[in-house]
């Protein structure tokens, strides 16, 4: 009885300490595990480190720390940009869809031809495609790695309450570790849809307005056939049938009052129907030739004369705002791609002849709008005023007076001597119904008072 008693306490004994090493071992297998997914691996961060410096700094360098994947992804938009017709385009995703339009349309044929994977992905950083947001002072934490993969998250500044909104991620090509550009692919769309939601646009509208706005002129179908093919066959020309312009459809919504010459006065119609804001200065007509003519300001109205007839438009201060949309019904804008956004500007004047159901005060639009440069006196630290070095015919910008080599000097009133007034002009260019500015143009100063509809509506358009 007793032999058996101590048998059966050996036994328990022996589970129990097998028991123990088990959970012993488990629980290093778990530690380790986890510090290895868990704790910042130094290779990582100091590859993260000298990636972040390089494209903070413009090093070219950088290109060596990539992914083989990285540059094969440049590789393709590139040729897409030299040979993909209209469906290939439209395959990619509208971030992808910019990239490779921007290379079609700002470099050389031949040039694109020769060009490498890495010397494009050397452009995109210059042109602030990618890396933009990347500072020297920026530190990788939250390293995750599983096998020949890895992820991490930059903290901006290196400080706790400023995580990046995506991650880093790194693979091991050869035993060694490389950055992978899928991050900033994802960042890049991030930051498309952020600027969707907050212009109100639709991703095909959003999508044009840049690309636009980056090459700073009017896209053409052309622009969507590959270099050297025959767009005429692929793309077709569209017909157009001349239409008649109703009255009915026609608003007034901004009239801008010079103070210094009566011939520089204008007001901004915009076509209900399409939501195309035309500056009209007196004897200027809306929709063409056929359109009607702007014959007088005054006194909050505008007449227009069209045919012997004559048509009265009033502001209204208290009326729809401007980016209340007013298009009637047709195919939902999300179906429409980028070459039927060329394609409905392609018989307009201007860069903003295609813009539809766009209210050009937000933010976002605003700041793509014009190229305004703080200006300081010689020698001095003294703020004088923003230099207009690039305006958008038809913008806002333009609407207020504004022309290119202008210095604009005030604001309401208020002397323009500080980032702050920076600031504080893009929020009343966003908000205010009545602006007021003073410019200097060629040695001669000039005043105008602008008075518009209200800018933007209490619910984003849909």
């Known amino acids: 009885m007793k032999g058996m008693m101590q048998r059966s306490l050996r036994f328990r004994l022996a589970v129990f300490l097998g028991a123990?090493?088990?959970?012993?071992?488990?629980?290093?297998?778990?530690?380790?595990?986890?510090?290895?997914?868990?704790?910042?691996?130094?290779?990582?961060?100091?590859?993260?480190?000298?990636?972040?410096?390089?494209?903070?700094?413009?090093?070219?360098?950088?290109?060596?720390?990539?992914?083989?994947?990285?540059?094969?992804?440049?590789e393709h938009l590139r040729d897409v940009a030299l040979h993909g017709g209209v469906s290939e385009l439209n395959a990619l995703g509208p971030t992808d869809q910019l990239q490779a339009l921007f290379l079609r349309l700002t470099i050389e044929t031949k040039q694109l031809q020769e060009i490498s994977g890495r010397e494009i992905l050397v452009r995109a950083v210059d042109e602030h495609w990618i890396g933009q947001d990347l500072r020297r002072t920026d530190e990788l934490r939250e390293v995750v790695v599983d096998g020949d993969a890895a992820t991490g998250r930059l903290y901006k500044f290196g400080r706790d309450e400023r995580p990046d909104r995506g991650r880093q991620y790194f693979v091991r090509e050869n035993g060694k570790w490389r950055v992978d550009l899928r991050g900033e692919r994802e960042r890049l769309r991030v930051d498309f849809e952020s600027f969707v939601a907050r212009s109100g646009l639709v991703p095909s509208e959003a999508a044009f307005f840049i690309l636009e706005m980056r090459l700073l002129r009017k896209v053409m179908p052309a622009d969507f056939v590959p270099p050297g093919r025959d767009w005429v066959a692929e793309i077709g020309r569209v017909s157009v049938p001349k239409e008649r312009q109703s009255a009915a459809r026609l608003r007034l919504v901004a009239i801008r009052e010079s103070l210094d010459d009566s011939s520089l006065t204008a007001v901004t119609v915009e076509d209900r129907e399409k939501s195309l804001r035309s500056v009209l200065y007196v004897g200027d007509s809306v929709g063409g030739e056929d359109g009607h003519r702007l014959a007088r300001v005054e006194g909050g109205r505008a007449w227009l004369v069209r045919g012997g007839a004559s048509l009265e438009l009033r502001l209204e201060?208290?009326?729809?705002?401007?980016?209340?949309?007013?298009?009637?019904?047709?195919?939902?804008?999300?179906?429409?791609?980028?070459?039927?956004?060329?394609?409905?500007?392609?018989h307009r004047e201007g860069l903003m002849a295609q813009w539809r159901n766009v209210g050009l005060r937000g933010r976002p639009q605003l700041l793509q709008q014009a190229w305004l440069v703080p200006e300081f006196a010689v020698g001095r630290e003294s703020l004088m005023g923003l230099r207009v070095r690039k305006l958008v015919e038809g913008s806002f910008w333009h609407q207020l007076g504004l022309a290119e080599g202008d210095l604009l000097e005030r604001l309401n009133g208020d002397r323009i001597d500080s980032m702050d007034q920076w600031q504080a002009l893009v929020r009343a260019a966003e908000m205010d119904k009545e602006i007021s500015v003073a410019i200097r143009r060629d040695g001669r100063s000039l005043r105008f008072h602008t008075k518009t509809v209200p800018p933007r509506g209490l619910d984003k358009p849909v």
């Open 20 to 74: 123990l090493a088990l959970f012993g071992c488990l629980s290093v297998f778990l530690a380790t595990g986890r510090l290895s997914l868990s704790r910042d691996n130094p290779e990582i961060v100091a590859l993260s480190s000298r990636w972040v410096s390089a494209v903070a700094d413009r090093n070219p360098g950088f290109v060596d720390l990539l992914s083989t994947s990285s540059v094969e992804y440049y």
């Open 317 to 346: 201060p208290e009326g729809f705002p401007l980016d209340r949309r007013l298009r009637f019904a047709g195919k939902p804008d999300a179906e429409v791609s980028l070459l039927e956004q060329a394609r409905l500007g392609e």
